[in-house]
């Protein structure tokens, strides 16, 4: 007797975010990315992202810990979901860049890439590889096309989700939820 199903993976957060970790993750880029310089500020209890646009200024107390960064709407493979995700790696947004360069790769719209994350906090390194070129799934694509997310609200400090409606399965989870404290 099996202890869990043999699909089973452990779920990640739901806030809608993709980010380089430890192990490994495989997307698709879906749209251009926003692109700008980021910087973390104390806000109450938690650290909040603040995001200038390329060639706008940041404020001078935080000159020494802003990073470039990557904003972008991908599809996690592993999640089958729309999510958005930050680069703010050097060595995978160099890697991407080469593939871009690359007459035989070209774009990422046009295959999957995978991120593999080996090490712990500062001595975590990035490995990136690209996946033989193949057509986005139409539905994927449908999907994506009926979302409605806002990168551009980032910089304002804003959810980029605020507009998004939920899928069928986020109404119908929150539906139970509702029904059962009736």
């Not at 490994?24 to 909040?48: A, H, N």
């Not at 990557?70 to 593939?99: F, G, M, P, Y």
């Not at 986020?170 to 539906?175: H, I, N, P, Q, R």
Request: proline share 5%; glycine share 6%.
């Amino acid at each position: 007797m099996e202890f869990l199903p043999e699909e089973y993976k452990i779920p990640s957060s739901d806030d809608g975010y993709l980010k380089p970790i430890e192990g490994t993750i495989k997307f698709r880029v879906l749209s251009q990315p926003i692109l700008g310089m980021e910087y973390w500020i104390d806000d109450g209890d938690k650290r909040k992202p603040m995001r200038v646009r390329m060639g706008e200024n940041t404020p001078v107390k935080y000159a020494d810990s802003t990073k470039h960064f990557w904003v972008l709407c991908a599809w996690n493979c592993d999640e089958e979901r729309v999510q958005i995700l930050t680069i703010t790696q050097k060595s995978i947004q160099k890697a991407i860049v080469a593939h871009t360069k690359n007459k035989d790769w070209g774009s990422p719209f046009d295959y999957d890439l995978t991120i593999t994350g080996e090490g712990k906090g500062f001595d975590r390194e990035y490995s990136v590889m690209a996946s033989p070129k193949t057509k986005l799934d139409s539905k994927i694509q449908e999907h994506y096309d009926g979302l409605e997310i806002n990168l551009e609200a980032l910089y304002d400090g804003d959810n980029p989700f605020q507009a998004v409606e939920a899928d069928e399965t986020v109404k119908d989870a929150v539906s139970e939820v509702v029904e059962s404290l009736k």
